[in-house]
Structures are given as structure tokens and as C-alpha cells.
């Protein structure tokens, strides 16, 4: 009987690793996990929620912008949610560009009901933003942002340039 118990939670920590190791270090969500990811109450800091995949160019771009003010604002957080199943070449992209953590994707649900729960409005064209502003509301924008509109869109003042 011990060896049975001991082989059984074994086998949960061996099963426990590779379904993380799947993932390649993101959390997929199912409907309820992205309901609650783009409910604007889950935010209290300003939050930048980025949508993107592997084969949009400017996704990748918008990405970059995103994590360089980031990286030079610490008023703001950046989230990304690959809209697919997540690669190994997913993480490598995020590295590449500095993007740390708050790595999403797309869990086992129809990517229909997915996109759903995270903005009914929402049509599937990539590059696709949600902002948070941290004081309950959100603002959804399709197509390349430039910095300078993200703090417009989150209500804040542009930190000053060191340039």
C-alpha cells in the first residue's frame, strides 16, 4: 500500500511538472479565466492587456513600444494574451522583446468563446489593446499604438523624457 501511495504521488508530481512545462511558462485560460482577465475590476493599476499571436507582425512591434514604457514607467503593467495555443516560440518572443510576466493564452476553449469572454466587440483583428485605467474603466483599440496615445488612452500625464 505505501509503495502504491508513493508511486501515485510520484506520478501526481511528474503529471504536475509536464502540464506546466506545456505551457511554456503562460497561464491558458478557459472562459471564465478571461472573463475575469478583461474584467476592468481585476485592474487597480494602470494595465495595458495586449493581444497578439505569433504570425502578426505588428503585434510583435506594438509589443516592443509597450514593454519599453514598461520598463520606464513603473505607473504601468503590461499583460500579454497570445490568441492560440502557447509555443515554445511564443515565450522566445516575449524574452526577445523584455516582456517578463503576466504571459496568457489561449486555454482549450473554441477561440470563438475566448475571444468572447475578453470583448464581445471584439472581431479578431490583431494588433488588438485593452487599456485599463486602473479606476474601473477600459478602452479597447484594434491596430498600432503609439506611446504617446497610451497615456492618453489610460488618462495619464507622459512622464518627461530624460532625452
Not at 509503495?3 to 511554456?24: Q, Y
Not at 516582456?99 to 470563438?112: I, L, Q
Request: hydrophobic share 45%; aromatic share 8%.
Amino acid at each position: 500500500m505505501k509503495r502504491w501511495l508513493a508511486a501515485a504521488c510520484m506520478l501526481g508530481i511528474v503529471g504536475g511538472a509536464v502540464a506546466a512545462d506545456s505551457t511554456h511558462g503562460f497561464t491558458t485560460l478557459e472562459r471564465a479565466d478571461a472573463r475575469a482577465l478583461a474584467a476592468p475590476a481585476s485592474h487597480n493599476a494602470p494595465t495595458l492587456l495586449k493581444l497578439w499571436s505569433l504570425d502578426c507582425v505588428y503585434c510583435k512591434k506594438n509589443l516592443a513600444v509597450f514593454a519599453e514604457l514598461v520598463e520606464a514607467d513603473p505607473r504601468l503593467r503590461l499583460l500579454t494574451l497570445a490568441v492560440e495555443q502557447p509555443l515554445p516560440e511564443h515565450a522566445r518572443v516575449l524574452d526577445s522583446l523584455g516582456v517578463g510576466a503576466g504571459r496568457y493564452a489561449y486555454g482549450g476553449d473554441a477561440p470563438e468563446a475566448l475571444a468572447y469572454a475578453i470583448d464581445p466587440a471584439w472581431g479578431g483583428e490583431l494588433p488588438r489593446t485593452l487599456f485599463f485605467d486602473g479606476r474601473g474603466g477600459v478602452m479597447a483599440v484594434s491596430g498600432v499604438v503609439k506611446a504617446e496615445r497610451v497615456y492618453e488612452l489610460l488618462g495619464l500625464v507622459q512622464p518627461a523624457s530624460g532625452r
